[in-house]
């Protein structure tokens, strides 16, 4: 019904998020290691967020769930709110947390690379 709403309202705050690191990160020194950014990072995770919300929205709107008149939602119109919302803290909160628990994967590999190459850089000087 609507459970798209909570992986899109988290892209929402991490793109805001995204946008004030990579501001602070202007300044941030440079080092023979290449690293990357935190907001480089974040940028992976507003991807994957943005993309899984945008087709789940579509799925949605595909099957009537979603129409183009207010109140936009056929659950809300049909009034069965309560069970929308049971979708979204179910179905909608895992989806959510599982997409940024393989993103936090992805830094942790990455994280693992950096530490990997800076070694190595240390050996050969």
Request: glycine share 8%.
């Amino acid at each position: 019904m609507a459970c798209f709403l909570v992986p899109t309202t988290e892209a929402i705050v991490t793109t805001v998020a995204t946008k004030v690191i990579k501001s602070k990160e202007k300044n941030a020194e440079h080092t023979e290691v290449p690293k990357v950014h935190l907001s480089t990072k974040m940028g992976w995770l507003n991807k994957m967020l943005w993309g899984g919300s945008a087709l789940l929205a579509f799925e949605h709107l595909w099957h009537g769930e979603v129409i183009p008149t207010f109140p936009f939602l056929t659950a809300v119109k049909e009034g069965e709110t309560s069970g929308m919302l049971a979708e979204m803290s179910t179905a909608g909160v895992a989806m959510a947390v599982l997409v940024t628990l393989v993103w936090v994967g992805m830094v942790v590999a990455v994280s693992y690379m950096e530490k990997s190459a800076k070694k190595t850089a240390k050996e050969g000087e």
